[in-house]
């Protein structure tokens, strides 16, 4: 009886062993997970929100918009660039309307204020609607007949096609090869013989370049210049501002 019982219950006692040693291997392996994981935890640096958001705005950094400086009597012409040949294309009218690239173009190149320029063409032609803003003239700056200057602002060897009258004992009008070649010579003129000798800002331009009470200004236009230029000027930027 007592070898029978015995027989009997040894299989039960395997089982048993058996069951206890899955039951440890199961419990170790959880243990050293969770050992593994806090490790892993601890050798982590913790998360700091500020450098985090810094990180964004590294990877998505703000425009930064340019500063606009509203023009006035004292705005000084020697600018860098600020406006594109396209948006100051929508602002141009009459005959100088599509011809944005060439201000901008003519200002970059002679660090002269593009707007300016603009404003200045539209102020000595009626937005290039004068006459001799048309063949022959190719003339939209207002620019009388200055020989020497030409030869010295394009060199000796460029073509001067002259000056002519618009009417009979009128003022003799500068010819030039194209609308462009007035745009730059204008560049070129105020950098070099008014920018370089001290005449920076619009109001020092204007005592030289349109004097009040000047002898061919009989109907005194020229007391309005630096006020439309100005105006001319700041419909523009009131939009980039």
């Known amino acids: ?3 029978s019982t015995l027989i009997i219950k040894k299989p039960a006692i395997l089982y048993l062993v058996g069951i206890l040693f899955i039951i440890g291997i199961s419990v170790f392996a959880t243990i050293h997970h969770s050992n593994a994981e806090t490790l892993e935890k601890n050798n982590t640096p913790a998360i700091n929100p500020v450098q ?22 004292n705005y000084n012409i020697e600018q860098n660039n600020t406006i594109s040949s396209s948006e100051l ?23 002269i204020d593009p707007i300016f320029l603009a404003a200045l063409a539209a ?20 620019i009388t007949c200055m020989p020497d200057i030409y030869s010295d602002i394009f060199g000796e060897d460029y073509p001067n096609p002259g000056c002519q009258e618009l009417v009979d ?13 007035s745009i730059r010579f204008k560049a ?22 349109a004097p009040s009470e000047a002898t061919n200004d009989a109907t005194g236009l020229n007391n309005h210049w630096v006020k439309n ?7 523009v930027k009131d939009e980039q501002a």
């Not at 009626?126 to 001799?132: A, E, F, K, L, M």
């Not at 070129?188 to 800002?201: P, Q």
Request: aromatic content about 8%; proline content about 4%; charged content about 30%.
């Open 1 to 3: 009886m007592k070898i």
């Open 52 to 73: 985090e958001l810094k990180k964004e705005k590294i990877k998505n950094p703000e425009p930064q918009g340019k500063p606009v400086e509203m023009a006035s009597k």
């Open 89 to 111: 294309d929508k602002h141009l009218k009459g005959n100088l309307k599509g011809l944005g690239t060439n201000f901008v173009k003519s200002g970059e190149e002679h660090n």
């Open 123 to 142: 102020q000595e032609t009626g937005w290039g609607n004068s006459d001799i803003s048309e063949s022959p003239w190719n003339n939209i700056g207002g």
């Open 169 to 181: 004992g009128g003022t003799n009008w500068q010819k030039f090869l194209s609308i462009e070649d």
């Open 188 to 209: 070129i003129y105020l950098k070099k013989y008014y920018v370089d000798n001290g005449k920076e800002t619009i109001g020092e331009i204007q005592t030289a370049y």
């Open 229 to 235: 230029i100005v105006s001319i000027m700041n419909d």
